[in-house]
C-alpha cells in the first residue's frame, strides 16, 4: 500500500474538480489499475490521432503515453470527443467500458486501435499485433 501525502491546496483542488463533476451530473473516475498505462495510453494517443479526434483547442495529441483527467488533459478531452461520437458514457476515462461500445458500427476503430497497441504497445503487444 502506498501513501500519498497532499497539500491543503492539491486537496481544495481535488475536492472542487469533484463538486463541479457532481454539478455538471459527472462522477470522477479512476483509470483501470489493471493494465499497463504508458503502453496503453500511447496506443489510445496514436489511436485517437488517427482518427483525427484533437484536443479542445483543435490540436493533436502528443503520444508520450500520459492521459491525465478531463478537463484539464488534453488527452482526456480527446478521449471525450470521442465517447461522444461513439455514444459512450463521455467522462473522458479511456477503459474497457468505451472500448465496448467500439464493437459493431465502430469494428474499424477497433482494428485501428488494435494496429495502434501493437505500434506503440510493449513487445507482447508487438507480438500479438503479428497473429491479428
Known amino acids: 500500500m502506498k ?13 472542487h474538480m469533484h463538486e ?7 462522477v470522477i473516475k479512476e483509470q483501470d489499475d489493471s493494465r499497463p498505462d504508458a503502453g496503453i495510453n500511447k496506443a489510445i494517443q496514436c489511436f485517437l490521432n488517427k482518427k483525427g479526434i484533437k484536443d479542445e483547442s ?15 488533459s488534453k488527452s482526456a478531452q480527446a478521449i471525450y470527443r470521442y465517447q461522444k461520437l461513439i455514444g459512450a458514457p463521455e467522462d473522458g476515462v479511456w477503459g474497457s467500458e468505451t472500448e465496448s461500445f467500439m464493437k459493431g458500427k465502430f469494428d474499424n476503430d477497433k482494428d485501428m486501435f488494435n494496429k495502434c497497441k501493437s505500434e506503440t504497445g510493449g513487445l507482447l503487444d508487438k507480438v500479438m499485433g503479428m497473429f491479428k
Open 3 to 15: 501513501r500519498i501525502i497532499i497539500s491543503d491546496e492539491e486537496k481544495n483542488k481535488i475536492r
Open 20 to 26: 463541479s463533476f457532481k454539478e455538471n451530473g459527472r
Open 58 to 72: 483543435g490540436k493533436p495529441l502528443e503520444v508520450d503515453g500520459s492521459i491525465g483527467n478531463y478537463p484539464a
